[in-house]
């Protein structure tokens, strides 16, 4: 219809439409858009813009047009330009003339705002059940490994021990951040533009009001131009998405590392190895490594339609169609890599042995800040210790020995205030067990935190 | 110090410090450094950790400091890394030995993440005066012109009569949402990093909360690892001005369009105009352009940090310096292009008889979903009306007739339905009054809207 | 096969298969994969390492494999993981056991480098056939459109009068080199990576430069470390992309303002414009939009890929296999937007009262340089002479006064050493004849550039 | 000057000042704009628009302009907006009126669009030098450590052994097409824009030849408009330093992985190391790690311009300042990482016991794939081939052994047709030098590729 305008009949050009049709794309956006369409023949009935018997038409004409999109499927029609035109038509088949009036009082623009709004409430409710699942996994991995120890890195090179349970609260930290950006994002997004129109508003006695509170927003659009032309809650969600997947990505990367056989700290399930083609012995990482990689996708559709709506007049313009790719395929990147990584997670194996030899190992000299940390308690100013225990570390690097390989009159030829007891102040769970302040890695500490994000979980999660 | 570790005293290698030292751009965070370096050393003497007089002489010394930064400034010298050592060494100069104590239960790790906090605070309380300066001035243009029309546009095509008071406010709902995310990733953000030393927490019996409430925090660190490998909170703020940037982009555009020639819909001030190095006559709008602009300055930024943070493995790594210069240049962006904005804004001329001109123009024909409308009232389906009104228009278009020329008998020719007061509906201020549901643009709603803002600004404003 | 290895035969979890599998993507590249497998066989055939039999049936089966894949397509089906699977499970059914000896001497490594290498040429080819036809089109609107002058603008404030093919003939500059950097990136990545197995090489007695020859590159791989890792030339064809789309962005923006009604220089085909689902009077510019938006997602594919390589050790990491999508999706865009606009400009039509009106205005001083330079001509320093124009301009804005309108005693109050002839000198004409150095838009210049680009597009083109 | 044009003299909004002047970053390129200046008065004489005494005048202050920079510095006043006005400021303070000359036939547009054009070509020099030092490096190491083995790594698990010339060399091959896109940048750049003027051109008689034979360009503009409005030489520079810095991010990643204790295989120098402020022990690889981030941070620089410029109508918009900026930004990256990089290589001193034990780690099975391969050659189909030594691997490591550690009866249980000389092919020197087609990394073929690496750098580099 739309399309039949011009050009006396004879329609866009082929390259027109091979660029402008969004149907391959937003035809996914159908359950969206009949949801609108109901609520808008209900309000449209309450205000007596439409007769009952005329909404009662439209609505059953709505439930067989979505009955034909579930048992058939919208085909690529390349006579139809969008989902909303796709709907429209097929409801002018099964409903008849009466098709024509759903379209009363409302306008593309607001119908497909509404429809990207729709579209985000189920995404970020299902990428807020993935964190969950997620955190489900990292709180159940500390849970049942409390007691193993592993390096903590700076650099990648080893700095001190912890808890590989405090590490992985590390992770549930970030992901209750994400988890928090969700919830906000959607709440900035928690307005319904139907009613703006084209983006000045309708000339008929609507009440917004209505399809607000029918399709569970908090308030109706504060005004028409602003509800067609804003894509914020895309943008926001797609920049959400990529902190999301910079934090899988990191957590990818550890992965990777701690199943490559340098550090040998986790073997990942068969379920999550891959072959090689060409190697038989090939156990590749490879839904790590596509997490690592999804931080690049989502922020490449960030970029998109940052770029694209960048510098556009208001209200409406045609730019805006790229919302709707970055919508659905941030949302496909955060339905495959979140389970992904909760699976990996639930299923990964740790090597206690491997990572505590990487802890004890001599050459690392983990506890090296514990001896500063023990002058200092000798009355060492701490700028001064750590200059000896550097100079003892470069002294024992030579010597090819550990600090636990030294003699107390070792340790004193440079470090003269070590008292009697700095050897035995040099043990890995003593190391642990003194980090106990707020935040710390001493046992208790982690048992704390541990506890607090399970309750958290078990009232609902993040 | 930390230079002369290595190579037998001969220090790094001059390309190395090219690169590594972060003086030159991490002395603005001296105010930064310098609170938290207090509330440390008061947190210590509260713990027993130093004693009170060492707390005193620390303090003396670090105003001393503080006095040299601001009346000397900080050189770039080439012996100190960064500011933080900067501190440290003047701190040795003036207060002597006590000086090496300032570092106990403290390490750059920590330190470096509390000091981009208590930055990103400034700049977020900064952004958001600035935000209400803009605001203040759209709702001051909005007062100061309620009865301007001018056309809305989609597709930079005419579309409908809009008030210009609408066209502002709907500015102002885009700014209204920044204010909410700078809010709400400043609360993402309120937790005080002290006690995380490197990474695994500090072994002294000190207390974060203590820090933590000095320093105005809502809660102490969580997790220790989590605390010294997070930069979220720079990747949020980049991304909230990234959408406050996009949104100035459009409102610059559409300064750009509305001083050209061609729309001649409003006049900068000279104060806000530039002239050309070589053609005389020129009056351009680069403020505008340089706002406009911005959303790629500030999306760039996020784009740096982003992918310098992808799959970094935890805990701190060398590629978070980074961090620093995009929370920077970020903040300094925003400093330049809200007031730049407000001060157009507010400044800004109208010629309101361009702008009716532009709405009255007959071959626009911006009333045309009004006479649809009209239609549809006395029983036409929409979908109907919008075709024989479709048809109306392409005819008048070929006789070069507006539809305020046109008899009610041509139009009947198209729209067999249309009433008696076909023509009298026709009117731009029926049009704007028509438009009276939520978030309309009814003169009535929009005063309505204009007042909430005000009431909103008067209460202290988003 | 190779999803089964794991597990006990239980095969990979369906998330991990959800994330994992790339068949639904890479199908796309079933040609590539033929013709690299076909060259791949013949290759092995020469060297001795399977028989002359071996080799006719390998080929006879992947002639039956390409059957099947065009009559039939290729499923999604869920148990294959890639394209390059599918045809050697396909090729087993209809060739039988010779089907295992296809991947003697190579491996999934090269060969998806080998595709992407093979399905870029064919992308590179199609965007230069894309912008020639594109300079086609603005060749023939300048030759069809000598005579039109509008204004150019800088700052989009009216600067100086040029001629309509002097301004489209700048667009083509811009495609010139978009032509030239596709070129140049296909040189930069002839280069055939056939050989490199995994990425060490092969322990068969195989030539590489036989593959290299059939499959028409330059040379074979140099390093078989490099050929597996390196993704350069997916990275470099986004970023030529993007720099074509953000120069198509700059036109689109430009058929935007042209065809809107302040502007009114040109409009659109029929074919090439759009309605409104509910303004019947709307013709829009979609697809100038599209395209303009098109710069977006370019940039975004570019960034998507370049932060997923971003740290990644060599040599093959699975994160590269979001350079296929990249490809693909940047492939596709060209495909979209060259033709769209070129079939945009082909169509557009001029009106040259309005152009010239704009020229005229007399409010725009687009002659006020030209009154700076007859008073350089005559003596006055350049910047004098901008000063004193200046001035007049001020003063003739504050009389309503164009230059024309004013008398030569008017002109020298403020221009002392304006000529007799200063008046006569303000001509468009004269304007339009005086610039003619190289690259001016003198009509001599004009033409002489329009006729060299036409020999250039008959001899190829760029 | 042309700050006073407006507001009667009362000059620009200090908030727009602030935003505007970009003469704290433009200042860097005075010597360009001298350059570019003298260039433009040879001309100017040449072609008798200004007389030689004038010509003598004006290049006797130029000299006096750059002493003043070169000495004193260029302050940051606010009254000045730019370099190109404190260069014509200060030339009048120096030359007297015969400064107001120097802008005749000139407009900022095309001086700036040269003086960028100028920086570019001397970034792109300095960068193609930092590349030669870099390859230089590498092929040190190469040439110092024939005989060193590693593993090669796919997916970052233990694939082949290679040489570790080999895997340097593949570095070089990305960096040599690093050098190939620098020198192709450049010459799409290799076009002086002086000429254009404003954008249309001038209307003085001459001779842009002239000036681009005198600055050593190929030609002069070829369209007026496109030379002021072109800024893809600053965009293909980013783009092609992100690839470059992509390659270092990649490069850097691996010295991280090295220098780790777990991998061990190289160590840097102490002039390339870092110490912790708080771990006495820490030797952190911060130079690699800064490499690394170079990525995020010259994309971000390219996405920056990129989405400034998309949307911008022809000509010159003041969007464009942000090229300056982003120019200049990467160029000092490039200017940091390349040598650092080049430092490290140099320096760095490898393992090759660890690098051995890791290649001969029994679990590691790195020689699997050469035992598939002998069973080929004993005519077992590879796919049936690479199954039974899978099954093999499976077995071996359930059974706790290495491949070395099977006796030929236990490997025939799963590879029946392996041969008696099974287990003397699966050596690590035999595995090498199998490789020996065109990019293998057989001794002999890296040995031929180092030396025409050699030869390619003695000859002057790529």
Not at 21 to 31: A, E, G, I, N, Q
Not at 119 to 144: D, H, M, P, S, T
Not at 279 to 292: F, G, S, T, V, Y
Not at 314 to 336: I, W
Request: one cysteine or more.
């Amino acid at each position: 219809m739309l399309r039949e305008r011009f050009a006396g009949g004879s329609g866009p050009d082929p390259a027109f439409d091979a660029l402008n049709r969004s149907l391959p794309v937003d035809r996914r956006l159908v359950t969206e858009d009949l949801a609108g369409s109901r609520a808008h023949v209900r309000m449209l009935a309450a205000c007596g813009v439409i007769a009952p018997e005329e909404r009662d038409a439209l609505l059953a004409g709505l439930d067989q047009v979505e009955a034909i999109a579930r048992e058939k499927g919208i085909p690529d029609d390349p006579k139809v330009e969008d989902v909303h035109l796709w709907v429209e038509r097929t409801l002018a088949e099964v409903a008849g003339a009466v098709a024509g009036k759903l379209h009363t009082a409302r306008s593309r623009n607001d119908q497909v705002a509404l429809d990207l709004r729709l579209a985000l409430r189920k995404f970020v409710g299902e990428a807020r059940a993935g964190i969950r699942e997620l955190l489900q996994a990292l709180a159940g991995q500390a849970r049942g490994n409390l007691a193993l120890v592993l390096p903590l890195y700076t650099h990648l090179q080893r700095a001190q021990p912890v808890l590989l349970g405090h590490h992985l609260l590390a992770h549930a930290e970030a992901l209750r951040r994400d988890a928090a950006r969700m919830k906000d994002l959607l709440r900035h997004a928690d307005v319904c533009p139907l009613g703006a129109g084209a983006g000045a508003g309708t000339t008929y006695p609507t009440r917004p009001e209505l399809t607000s509170q029918d399709l569970v927003f908090s308030e109706p659009l504060r005004n028409s131009i602003d509800a067609v032309s804003d894509r914020d809650f895309v943008l926001e969600f797609a920049a959400a998405a990529t902190l999301l997947c910079v934090h899988l990505s990191r957590l990818g990367e550890e992965i990777v590392l701690w199943t490559a056989p340098e550090f040998g700290f986790a073997r990942l399930p068969d379920a999550w190895s891959s072959g090689s083609s060409i190697m038989p012995q090939k156990r590749n990482p490879d839904a790590a490594e596509l997490c690592r990689a999804s931080a690049g996708r989502t922020l490449g559709r960030f970029v998109a339609l940052a770029t694209a709506v960048k510098g556009l007049p208001l209200s409406y313009n045609k730019d805006l169609q790229e919302s709707t790719a970055v919508l659905l395929e941030t949302g496909d990147t955060l339905r495959q890599v979140l389970p992904a990584m909760a699976g990996m997670i639930a299923g990964i194996t740790w090597d206690s042995a491997r990572m505590r030899a990487a802890v004890e190992d001599p050459r690392s000299f983990v506890l090296a800040t514990d001896l500063a940390d023990h002058l200092v308690r000798r009355g060492v100013a701490f700028r001064v210790a750590h200059g000896q225990v550097a100079n003892l570390v470069t002294w024992a690097e030579g010597a090819r020995k550990g600090l636990g390989d030294l003699s107390l009159d070792e340790i004193r030829k440079h470090c003269p205030q070590a008292g009697e007891d700095a050897k035995s102040a040099l043990s890995v769970e003593g190391a642990l067990a003194a980090r106990a302040s707020r935040g710390g890695t001493a046992p208790a500490r982690v048992a704390q935190a541990l506890a607090a994000l399970e309750a958290e979980l078990a009232a609902g999660g993040p």
